[in-house]
């Protein structure tokens, strides 16, 4: 018996123990489920690399540019549509900021565009505060048949008050609105009007017996009866009223509001891809095998110079996260840390490949984010296929960069 209530004593402990840590560590859910989607969609699809992040906190009102460029990576993955219809977006919780602006290749996007693969393509966003709080901004492309493809996600705080947030615009006609207040009133008119209208209509058919009673009626041939000349002249009333407001509403609408266009939709086509370089690097991938105990990378590279300065392997990038070779490369532009492996990269030989030397060396490429990010769950894919960027420094500071894509295989010793 003592045993029983020593233990029952013991597991109450224990129970207000993990409900006091519950109470007091409750974490709120602010992540998108950007480790979800599926680590060859990240890989293999969009490249997003020299990012930018204007500012890490501002206030209500205030704007944030993200600016960088995207690589529409070659190997697309064939389960994938391609972006031939395509949408630069952010990806945020709900509307915490605005998009004033976006751009691709110096073009005004506020419509879907078309992409072409194997295009590097600069961007541009312009967001303005909203809501207070600690927010995860990511880059962001949706493409039709594709889904929504993921860049990296920066913490951005916003302070202030969400009360004070305006969004004034001058209409075309010459009007200065405020687009987060504007007709608001309006807005809740037709909407409790038309509620209540609906509301009054299932009440009066509810507010007899019904289920059962009637369902006999049904049963015994007598339907006909249910429905009397008094409820068909209701009914004839709120078929009625319902045409009146409509057409009523309308015409007035009409008339104040004369001018109108539609909003604007189709597919923009013709954006200005960057004129990239040529590969002066020519890389070829003869094994990689993920090793699953140690987090880490290994591939073996035969990397042949064909540009006109000795270089060094300085990062590899994939699914935003961003290997780095510290003795060559580092990050200054406040790069997501929890995507950033500063001294994640090492390679057996990194003096300089000189101009025209052919050299095979080993490459790791290890740090926690290949399981934190969920990456290393492409060895259970049926195409266990990696791909991501390498890039090459010289000694003046010149970069270069030339995508691979191989296949991967795990190791699990
Ligand atoms: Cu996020």
Redesign the pocket.
């Known amino acids: 018996m003592k045993i029983i209530k020593d233990r029952i004593a013991k597991w109450s402990a224990v129970g207000l123990l993990i409900a006091l840590a519950a109470s007091v560590y409750a974490p709120t859910a602010s992540?998108?489920g950007?480790k979800s989607q599926a680590a060859f969609m990240r890989m293999r699809t969009i490249h997003w690399y020299d990012l930018k992040w204007s500012k890490e906190a501002v206030n209500v009102n205030e704007e944030v540019e993200i600016t960088g460029k995207f690589h529409v990576f070659e190997g697309w993955p064939e389960t994938v549509a391609e972006p031939d219809d395509a949408f630069l977006n952010i990806?945020i919780p709900g509307p915490v900021f605005i998009r004033k602006e976006s751009y691709i290749g110096g073009q005004l996007v506020p419509r879907s565009v078309r992409l072409e693969v194997g295009n590097t393509y600069d961007f541009r966003v312009v967001l303005k505060a909203r809501r207070p709080g600690d927010w995860?901004v990511?880059t962001m492309l949706s493409v039709q048949g594709g889904g929504p493809i993921i860049g990296p996600?920066k913490w951005i705080t916003i302070n202030g008050s969400m009360r004070d947030f305006t969004n004034p615009l001058t209409t075309l006609t010459g009007q200065v609105i405020d687009l987060e207040t504007y007709n608001l009133d309006n807005t809740y008119f037709w909407h409790s009007l038309w509620y209540a209208f609906g509301l009054a209509w299932l009440l009066y058919w509810v507010r007899r017996p019904i289920w059962l009673p009637r369902w006999l009626m049904v049963k015994a041939g007598r339907a006909d009866e249910l429905v009397s000349a008094g409820d068909r002249k209701v009914a004839l009333g709120f078929g009625a009223a319902t045409i009146l407001i409509v057409v009523f509403a309308m015409s007035s609408a009409n008339s104040q509001y004369p001018v109108t266009i539609p909003l604007q939709a189709g597919t923009v086509r013709g954006i200005q891809p960057i004129a990239m370089p040529k590969h002066t690097q020519k890389v070829k991938v003869e094994d990689a095998v993920y090793r699953v105990p140690g987090r880490s990378m290994n591939m073996t590279l035969t990397i042949t110079n064909s540009g006109s300065s000795a270089v060094r392997l300085g990062e590899f990038y994939t699914a935003s996260v961003r290997f780095m070779n510290a003795e060559v490369a580092k990050d200054d532009t406040g790069y997501p840390e929890d995507l950033l492996a500063e001294d994640g990269l090492t390679v057996s030989d990194n003096s300089p490949i000189a101009p025209g030397e052919t050299r095979t060396v080993k490459v790791t490429a290890s740090d926690a984010a290949w399981e934190v990010y969920r990456l290393s769950d492409i060895i259970y894919d049926p195409d266990s296929r990696f791909a991501g960027i390498l890039f090459f420094w010289d000694a003046a500071g010149n970069r270069t960069q030339t995508t691979i894509d191989a296949p991967l295989i795990p190791s699990f010793m």
């Open positions: 992540a998108h950007e990806g995860h990511h996600g």
